[in-house]
C-alpha cells in the first residue's frame, strides 16, 4: 500500500512562491512516476505536472509551464512542486500521486492508483 502525504500548502499573494512536498511511504520510489493534479474550487480535478521514475521526464499543463518546477528525491521518498509568479487562478487543492512507472509518466489523473489528502493553496491579490 502506497501512502502519500502532502504539505507545504497555505495562503499566499499573487506573485509570491510556495513549495509543496509529497512524503510517500513506499520503497524504493523510484518504481513509480509520480505527479502533482489540482481540483481548483468548483471544478474538475486537473494535471499541473508529472515526473518520470528517474526524472529523466517531466511535463507540465501549459497553464504552470515556466512557473512551476516538478522534482523528486528518491532516496528521501519525496516529490516536491515548486510553484512561482502564483496567480489566483493557482487556488486550488493540490494532490500527489504515484503509479507503476511506465514508458512515459502519464498526465490522466484516472491512471494514478495511489493519492495523497490534498493540500489548499490559496492565491489572494
Known amino acids: 500500500q502506497v501512502q502519500l502525504v502532502e504539505s507545504g500548502g497555505g495562503w499566499v499573494q499573487a506573485g509570491d512562491s510556495l513549495r509543496l512536498s509529497c512524503a510517500a511511504s513506499?520503497?524504493?520510489?523510484?518504481?513509480?512516476?509520480m505527479g502533482w493534479f489540482r481540483q481548483p474550487p468548483g471544478k474538475d480535478r486537473e494535471f499541473v505536472a508529472v515526473?518520470?521514475?528517474?526524472?529523466?521526464?517531466?511535463d507540465y499543463a501549459d497553464s504552470v509551464k515556466g512557473r512551476f518546477t516538478i522534482s523528486r528525491d528518491n532516496a528521501k521518498n519525496t516529490l516536491y512542486l515548486q510553484m512561482s509568479s502564483l496567480k489566483l487562478e493557482d487556488t486550488a487543492v493540490y494532490y500527489c500521486?504515484?503509479?507503476?512507472?511506465?514508458?512515459?509518466?502519464?498526465?490522466?489523473?484516472?491512471?494514478?492508483?495511489?493519492w495523497g489528502q490534498g493540500t489548499q493553496v490559496t492565491v489572494s491579490s
Open positions: 500521486a504515484a503509479r507503476p512507472y511506465g514508458y512515459s509518466p502519464s498526465t490522466v489523473a484516472n491512471e494514478y492508483a495511489y
Open positions: 513506499v520503497r524504493p520510489l523510484s518504481l513509480y512516476d
Open positions: 515526473i518520470s521514475w528517474n526524472s529523466g521526464s517531466t
